[in-house]
Antibody, heavy 116, light 107 residues
Framework: EVQLVESGGGLVQPGGSLRLSCAASGFTFSSYWMSWVRQAPGKGLEWVATIKPDGSEKYYVDSVKGRFTISRDYARNSLFLQMNSLRAEDTAVYYC?????????WGQGTLVTVSS | DIQMTQSPSSVSASVGDRVTITCRASQDISSWLAWYQQKPGKAPNLLIYAASSLHSGVPSRFSGTGSGTDFTLTISSLQPEDFATYYCQQANSFPITFGQGTRLEIK
């Protein structure tokens, strides 16, 4: 059974940093593209970032370029999102998702709140 | 960037009704279109991929059609558990984009 479990969310001040983690199980993690998708309170879904299976290609939505970094650790079967220079508009539930063109499996999400 | 536009934004229907939601892409995306269902407080669930392929475990009352720029999601006979928000998403190219969502409410 495919499982994706996010962690690392919380309350952070504007300008601060946070690192999200996603533990993957039930499939061969090193063979799949992986992504982060977020959803601001009461809003729709927004794709954030995607990483190729071997980590050689990474893609980001314009609004996070230069601030967020997606990465993966094959030994720990984990996906990460390093978020720097956080803004109020980054407040959202962040979902980890496996990307097979579509997003076929999702985690339960972790809430990030950027506020002073 | 490819813009995805869903209609309607919300719809009211009754159990047993047939409901159709449309999604239009701002440029040709071939069949790289997916549909998701999301219930309050939960992660989205994949329903349809490649415009018309049913994801594993999804009931056959859900179906998808279309290619190019115009797509539809149809629920043939609404069940109580189908009242939720539905999103389309293009997988043709980065940046990946979603429609704004269609809220399906009980009449």
């Amino acid at each position: 059974e495919v499982q994706l479990v996010e962690s690392g969310g919380g309350l952070v001040q504007p300008g601060g940093s946070l690192r999200l983690s996603c533990a993957a199980s039930g499939f061969t993690f090193s063979s799949y593209w992986m992504s982060w998708v977020r959803q601001a309170p009461g809003k729709g879904l927004e794709w954030v970032a995607t990483i190729k299976p071997d980590g050689s290609e990474k893609y980001y939505v314009d609004s996070v370029k230069g601030r967020f970094t997606i990465s993966r650790d094959y030994a720990r079967n984990s996906l990460f999102l390093q978020m720097n220079s956080l803004r109020a508009e980054d407040t959202a539930v962040y979902y980890c998702a496996r990307y097979t063109r579509p997003f076929d499996y999702w985690g339960q999400g972790t809430l990030v709140t950027v506020s002073s | 960037d490819i813009q995805m536009t869903q209609s309607p934004s919300s719809v009211s229907a009754s159990v047993g009704d047939r409901v159709t939601i449309t999604c239009r892409a701002s440029q040709d995306i071939s069949s790289w279109l997916a549909w998701y269902q999301q219930k309050p407080g939960k992660a989205p669930n994949l329903l349809i991929y490649a415009a018309s392929s049913l994801h594993s475990g999804v009931p056959s009352r859900f179906s998808g059609t279309g290619s190019g720029t115009d797509f539809t999601l149809t629920i043939s006979s609404l069940q109580p558990e189908d009242f939720a928000t539905y999103y389309c998403q293009q997988a043709n190219s980065f940046p990946i984009t979603f429609g704004q969502g269609t809220r399906l409410e009980i009449k």
